[in-house]
């Protein structure tokens, strides 16, 4: 048996002046899967954004640096995982050196204090102009070559900057753009919280997330000078510990393993560690970074499915509800197509095929809605959005599957009405 195809413009015909003649009920069918498709091409566009912007924050870092701390990036399973990691050695500049010593592969050490966990936040002023609270943290001169940054104006720290500690600082491009904006800030003389710096240079700005914040807001100046006038340690449930972090970029010639491998030979003697023991020091890359960040934005997508395919089944559960009631209120109409010559098929295409474009219809108004709702968060809260093509035709098949799944059993039903009932229904 072949489906007469030269039927779909009068089937589809049929169903436009069906639903034009039940404009309400189409209406109320389709919220459901309005609400779905939105709900998928808003969040899907926030979320891939989202994603991308850390990553190309993350990139910014380089691919092959190692990032050597206490506490692994996550924290930990649990809680109790996270203190034992608390309680670990801190990382010290006595480290560093023997890096730099005992480790060939290593081409650039810096060290950051401050950076790890929450460090100082405190307001920048500079003649009336006054920033909010940004975080300050103390760094060595190599950490500019270790994190890939661009200087846009001045110059880094030099050694004589952080062996006499100093009061100079490099700001990132926002507190920059506050205070100087039309003035030259190096050597401008500004205050830190109570505390006068002099301006030496201002960083290039770094890729933005939003949902994290400007990654533009802080200021560096001298580890050296940061231990002097603050207090480097934190103290994390009850535990007090060094606020420090050590990134290391490998020599061109070697790999990342083989940095990674010399690098824990190193701190496992340090550390008096037996063969039988773990390392109690982590040795972070960007590339575990990105992994935790995909683990989170498949999480957020699964949720997303989830919260989805609700409104899309409340959406089916209606186009099944209408369409059996559209079922019964055509009953005649059934008897009179099946009298002159159409076939069961083509029935129960032709209910099909209503309620699938009564959900694509849905589906395109959550596409245009989605669409118009991550742009509008892009334009006034400045939150990156990614809008892959791809979206757009998940949310399409999903309503056009919809109204497929939910619309067979009352299109199944009108195509095995017998015709002489049919046509004797009143």
């Given amino acids: 048996?072949?489906?007469?195809?030269?039927?779909?413009?009068d089937i589809l015909g049929l169903v436009w002046d069906t639903l034009r003649a039940n404009k309400l009920r189409s209406a109320l069918t389709v919220l459901g899967v309005v609400i779905g498709v939105t709900s998928i091409v808003s969040m899907t566009s926030l979320v891939l954004g989202f994603e991308d912007s850390i990553k190309a924050l993350l990139r910014q870092f380089g691919t092959d640096t190692l990032?050597?701390?206490?506490?692994?990036?996550?924290?930990?399973?649990?809680?109790?995982?996270?203190?034992?990691?608390?309680?670990?050695?801190?990382?010290?500049?006595?480290?560093?050196?023997?890096?730099?010593?005992?480790?060939?592969?290593?081409?650039v050490i810096s060290m950051a204090y401050g950076a790890l966990f929450q460090g100082r936040q405190e307001e920048m002023s500079y003649r009336g102009e006054k920033t909010r609270p940004m975080m300050v943290f103390g760094v060595s001169e190599e950490w500019l070559d270790t994190n890939f940054l661009g200087l846009e104006q001045g110059r880094f720290f030099s050694t004589i900057d952080v062996d006499?500690?100093?009061?100079?600082?490099?700001?990132?491009?926002?507190?920059?753009?506050?205070?100087?904006?039309?003035?030259?800030?190096?050597?401008?003389?500004?205050?830190?919280?109570?505390r006068q710096f002099t301006v030496v240079g201002v960083l290039s700005q770094r890729p933005s997330a939003a949902i994290i914040g400007n990654p533009d807001q802080f200021a560096v100046?001298?580890?050296?000078?940061?231990?002097?006038?603050?207090?480097?340690?934190?103290?994390?449930?009850?535990?007090?510990?060094?606020?420090?972090?050590?990134?290391?970029?490998p020599r061109p010639d070697t790999t990342r393993q083989e940095a990674?491998?010399?690098?824990?030979?190193?701190?496992?003697?340090?550390?008096?560690?037996?063969?039988?023991?773990?390392?109690?020091?982590?040795?972070?890359?960007?590339?575990?970074?990105m992994q935790i960040v995909d683990s989170v934005t498949q999480g957020v997508f699964l949720a997303l499915i989830a919260i989805s395919s609700i409104a899309l089944m409340v959406g089916g559960i209606g186009v099944m509800a209408i369409m059996t009631i559209s079922v019964t209120e055509r009953t005649r109409e059934i008897g009179v197509r099946k009298a002159i010559g159409a076939r069961r098929r083509e029935i129960l295409w032709q209910f099909l095929l209503e309620a699938a474009f009564l959900t694509?219809?849905?589906?395109?108004?959550?596409?245009?809605?989605?669409?118009?709702i991550a742009l509008a968060v892009n334009r006034f809260a400045g939150f990156a959005v990614l809008m892959p093509w791809w979206s757009f035709a998940v949310g399409l098949a999903f309503s056009g599957t919809v109204g497929i799944i939910f619309g067979m059993l009352p299109a199944v039903k009108a195509a095995r009405l017998d015709p002489i009932e049919a046509l004797r229904y009143e």
Avoid: C, W
């Fill in 1 to 9: 048996m072949v489906f007469r195809t030269g039927l779909i413009g």
């Fill in 67 to 107: 990032y050597l701390q206490k506490i692994p990036f996550g924290g930990g399973r649990n809680d109790q995982e996270f203190l034992s990691y608390l309680r670990r050695p801190d990382i010290t500049m006595a480290d560093a050196e023997a890096i730099k010593q005992n480790v060939p592969s290593a081409d």
């Fill in 164 to 194: 006499h500690r100093r009061q100079a600082l490099v700001l990132g491009a926002e507190p920059a753009r506050i205070l100087f904006p039309n003035v030259d800030p190096v050597g401008k003389r500004m205050r830190v919280g109570p």
């Fill in 221 to 249: 100046m001298p580890y050296s000078t940061y231990a002097k006038l603050y207090d480097p340690y934190n103290r994390i449930r009850g535990i007090q510990i060094l606020n420090s972090m050590l990134a290391i970029v």
């Fill in 260 to 289: 990674i491998d010399q690098v824990t030979e190193v701190m496992r003697a340090r550390h008096r560690l037996r063969l039988d023991q773990p390392n109690d020091f982590a040795i972070v890359t960007t590339d575990a970074m």
């Fill in 360 to 372: 694509s219809i849905g589906g395109l108004l959550g596409i245009i809605i989605g669409a118009g």
